[in-house]
C-alpha cells in the first residue's frame, strides 16, 4: 500500500485485553448509544436533536433555535473548543484515545470483525505476504462487505439528524439525502478499510496543536526509560534494565509508532501499550514500565493540575457555559422580525395622512401548543395601528402586513418607534423591535 510519504508499512495491530480497553469499551458503548439512539428520541413530538437546514431551525431537547440566533451556536462552538482545551492540557489526548469516533469505530468494530474473520495479527500478515488463494479472497470480501454495511448505517444515522431517522431508514427522505449517505459511505468505507492511522497522521490537525495546548504537567503515556534499559532478554542480570524487548507494545500500537522511543504526534493516548505491558512486567515482579505519566513526574517532580494554563482554560470555559445558561434561561418562545415593505418608503392618503407598511413575520417557537398574539406600537405619538390579531400553531410562522398611520404634519422625515408584539394568556410572553416610521420633510416655517 501506498501512503502520502511513499512506501507505506501497513500497521497490523495486534489484539489485547486489559484494564484501559475495558474503560474503552464502555466509553465507546455510551457514545455509540448516544449517536444511534437519539435520532429517534422525541421531547413534546418534536426531535430531540435536529438541524432542520431547509427550516433554518435546530431542535435540541424542548428548544427550537432559529437562523436569527447564530450567537448561541457560536456559544456552543466556542465551549467545545474550550473544553477541548482544558482537558487536553490536563489529561492529554483523552479526546484521541477514547471520545473520537475515528478510534470508537476503529476499536469497537473494525479491528473485531478483521480479527473474527482474518485472525490475529500473524496470521493476517502471513495470509497477506502469501499469494492470492480462495480463503484468502473470501475473507477479504467478507471483511470488505461488513465495513461497506457499517459504513452505510453509520452515513444514515448521521444524517437522520438532519431529515429525519423515519424518513432515512423507510425510504422517504429526499434524493439530495441518498446522495449524501452514499457519499458519506464512500468515505467511511475508504477510511476504514485503508486509509486508517493515516487519517491521525496527515488529515487531523490535534496532533499538530496538541503541542501548544499542553505542558509539563499534561498527562502522556510514556516509557519508564531509567528501569527499562538497557533492554536484554530472559533473566535479567544486575546491569540489565527490565525490559526485556518482548514488543508486545510495539505490536499492539494501531499507529505503528514504539513508545519506547519517547513522545510521538502519532500516539494517540489508546493506552493498548499500557495493556500489553502489564500482561508482561508483572510475570517477572516488576511493575509496568509504560503508564500514564507526566514529564513532570518523569524528572522527579509533581504534577500541578492548577496552573496558569488551565486556569483560564477553565475560567473561559466556565464564562461561555454560564453565558450560554443564561441565554437558554432567557430563550423567548416568540420571534419577531420586521422589515419595510419593499418598493416604497411612505404613501400620502387623501386626507394628507402618513401611512406606512411593515411586514412583520411572527414565529411561535413552541413545539406543543397553540398561540394567539397581537400587535402595538408605543413612542409614536397620534399613530393608528392596523393590524389584526395573530394566532399560530406549535412552530408555525406568518408573515402578516402592519399598517401605521400618522397625521397629517406630526411628523419631519422620520420617527423612531417600538413595535411589540404579545402573546395573549396565563403567562404572556412579548417580543419589542425598534422601527422608524417615514414622512415627507416639512416646508421651513419663515
Known amino acids: 500500500m501506498w501512503g502520502f510519504s511513499g512506501n507505506r508499512r501497513w500497521v497490523y495491530a495486534r489484539g489485547i485485553e486489559g484494564r484501559f480497553q475495558r474503560y474503552h469499551r464502555v466509553s465507546g458503548l455510551l457514545l455509540q448509544a448516544m449517536l444511534f439512539v437519539t435520532p429517534w428520541l422525541s421531547v413534546h413530538g418534536q426531535p430531540a436533536v435536529r438541524i432542520d437546514l431547509p427550516g433554518r431551525r435546530l431542535f435540541l431537547l424542548g428548544w427550537v433555535f432559529s437562523s436569527n440566533e447564530t450567537f448561541n451556536l457560536v456559544l456552543l462552538a466556542l465551549i467545545a473548543a474550550f473544553s477541548l482545551f482544558f482537558f487536553t492540557s490536563l489529561l492529554g489526548r483523552l479526546w484521541c484515545g477514547y471520545t473520537c469516533p475515528q478510534t470508537v469505530f476503529l476499536e469497537e468494530w473494525i479491528r473485531p470483525i478483521e480479527k473474527a474473520i482474518e485472525g ?19 475473507r477479504k470480501a467478507a471483511k470488505f462487505s461488513l465495513f461497506a454495511i457499517l459504513a452505510v448505517w453509520v452515513s444514515a444515522t448521521v444524517l437522520s439528524y438532519f431529515a429525519g431517522a423515519q424518513a432515512v431508514f423507510t425510504g422517504r427522505a429526499g434524493p439530495v439525502d441518498y446522495a449524501m449517505i452514499g457519499i458519506f459511505s464512500v468515505g467511511m468505507f475508504l477510511d476504514w478499510a485503508w486509509f486508517r492511522e493515516q487519517l491521525c497522521n496527515y488529515l487531523c490537525p490535534y496532533a499538530r496543536f496538541q503541542g ?6 499534561s498527562l502522556t503515556i510514556s516509557y519508564d526509560a531509567p528501569r527499562g534499559e538497557p533492554r536484554g532478554k530472559g533473566k535479567k542480570s544486575a546491569q540489565e534494565g527490565h525490559c526485556i524487548d518482548c514488543n508486545k507494545c510495539v505490536d499492539v500500537c494501531p499507529a505503528g509508532i514504539d513508545i ?18 502489564e500482561t508482561v512486567m508483572p510475570k517477572l515482579g516488576f511493575p509496568t514500565l509504560v503508564r500514564y505519566s507526566t514529564v513532570a513526574v518523569d524528572r522527579g517532580g509533581k504534577t500541578r493540575l492548577l496552573r496558569p494554563r488551565t486556569g483560564v482554560y477553565g475560567a473561559l470555559l466556565a464564562a461561555l457555559g454560564a453565558l450560554l445558561v443564561g441565554r437558554l434561561l432567557l430563550h423567548e418562545p416568540l420571534e419577531v422580525l420586521v422589515n419595510r415593505q419593499p418598493g416604497s418608503l411612505f404613501v400620502v392618503d387623501d386626507d394628507g395622512a402618513i401611512r406606512n407598511v411593515y411586514m412583520v413575520h411572527v414565529t411561535n417557537r413552541d413545539a406543543v401548543d397553540k398561540h394567539l398574539y397581537v400587535v402595538s406600537i408605543h413612542g409614536l405619538d397620534h399613530a393608528q395601528l392596523a393590524a389584526a390579531p395573530i394566532e399560530l400553531g406549535a412552530l408555525e410562522s406568518k408573515v402578516i402586513p402592519v399598517q401605521v398611520r400618522m397625521p ?4 419631519n422625515r422620520e420617527a423612531d418607534f417600538t413595535l411589540r408584539v404579545t402573546q395573549v394568556g396565563d403567562k404572556p410572553h412579548e417580543v419589542e423591535q425598534k422601527a422608524t416610521f417615514r414622512a415627507p420633510a416639512r416646508d421651513r416655517e419663515g
Open 408 to 411: 397629517a404634519g406630526m411628523v
Open 260 to 277: 519506547r522511543d519517547g513522545f510521538q504526534l502519532e500516539c494517540i493516548a489508546c493506552a493498548r501499550c499500557i495493556d500489553a505491558c
Open 212 to 217: 501548544a495546548l499542553t505542558d509539563d504537567h
Open 120 to 138: 490475529d495479527r500473524a496470521v493476517r500478515m502471513r495470509r497477506d505476504q502469501g499469494p492470492w488463494t480462495f480463503d484468502r479472497a473470501w
